[in-house]
């Protein structure tokens, strides 16, 4: 634990000209971790509800590597394509209402330099100062339409590639989901092999889930442990009821 003058300290130093400037240089760039997580949490959870499925079912362990794999081929693409025409769409949203702002200014500048007027006065800005800034903002089209676009629509100027965001998704479903299928395929592949590979899949994904929810823990105000805890109690939650199944139809 840090003490209170060592976190001020820490705070002052995060704090400075330069290094200020470079946290505002990363905000303009997009984050792929966030399709990163969302990749890895369905495909560590899909892909062990049918390994949880298949052994409730007490069916044989080619069964689960089949459809273990199939599952983690299709489902993890689905996702990628998902993601990519999600985001494709979104920036398609933007570039639609960026022309329109673009043509609202050229066609009603009064009215528009009115709406960056009471959008500051709402943040506080009064008299003179507020006119100076409207004037400033309004002085640089491009400016003026990209403030529009955050402040009116409240979209993100961050350059996005839908192909990034399918690939950090699938790369990260794939590296997940095969874990819950890795001590099946181990057995397959390898003399002698593990003794009740389902344990050993159920541990090992497990742990993933917490590192997943661990990681998430930067986008959220949890801390690291309670974000862990709580991926992997929902994670085996999906799992229980995958498993059930399984055992209520295994006589099928």
Known sequence: MLSLFQRQQHQEKSHTPEQVRFRLSQMENHSYLKDFIYGAVDGAVTTFAVVSGVAGANLAPQVVIILGMANLLADGFSMAVSNYLGTRTEKQQLEKTLLEEQQEIENDPAGEQEEIRQIYAKKGFTGDL??????????????????????E????????SEWKAA???????????????APYLWNYRSLPGIDNPFWWSSTCTGIAFFSIGALKSRFISKPWYTSGMETMLLGSAAACVSYLVGVLLKGI
Do not use: N, Y
Request: charged share 15%; aromatic share 6%; glycine share 4%.
């Open 130 to 151: 507020l006119e100076q800034v409207v004037r400033t903002i309004t002085s640089d089209k491009r400016i003026w339409a990209h403030t529009m676009l955050q402040e």
């Open 167 to 181: 690939l950090a998704t699938f790369t990260a479903f794939l590296l997940v989901g095969i874990i819950p299928i």
């Open 153 to 160: 629509h409240g979209l993100s100027l961050s350059p996005v």
